[in-house]
């Protein structure tokens, strides 16, 4: 049976929107980042974020940083599916819709593709990962916390609406001083 994994980045104060004002990415993190992706089976991506992503991961392919250009192919590469409540118009390499009509459509679906594959990582937006927390449908988080104080924005476990426990399995200070915590359920 595979395993959901959230992967994030947050300010210190839980937000997670607006991340290109206070987000401090560094050669490190790319480097965890493309050792993650070597075990990632499929991307979950919601829709909003879909074509922003899709634009930026086709582009990276020409980037002029190594590491980064590694990271976009391999992204590319990897099966893709976007959730939806509406149809989509699919411009990313290996990618599918699932467009969800209730909650029990998100929760069939995602049981189906577990079983098919062991890691799918969900990558973004903001409403998914609500979503996934609150409907209680991932089996790790995998969050980035960067060392701001945003003040503004959505904060993730916003719509959380009861109690989940989680066990940290490890952590890494990196040295911009973002900190990578790997929680398990």
Known sequence: MGNVILTMQLSLDGIISDEFRWMMLNEEIFEDYLAYYNTVDTIIVGRNSYASLAEHWKQAENSSNALERAIAKHMNEIPKVVISHSEVDLIWRNSRAIVVKDEETLTRELAALK??????????????????????????????????????????????????ALRLNRSKTYKNGVVSLHYHK
């Open 115 to 164: 079983s098919r594959v062991n890691h799918i990582s969900v990558e973004s937006g903001v409403r998914t990962w609500q979503s996934f927390i609150q409907q209680d449908l991932y089996d790790r988080l995998w969050l980035f916390v960067h060392p701001v104080i945003a003040s503004e924005g959505e904060r993730l476990f916003a719509s959380a609406d009861k109690q989940q």
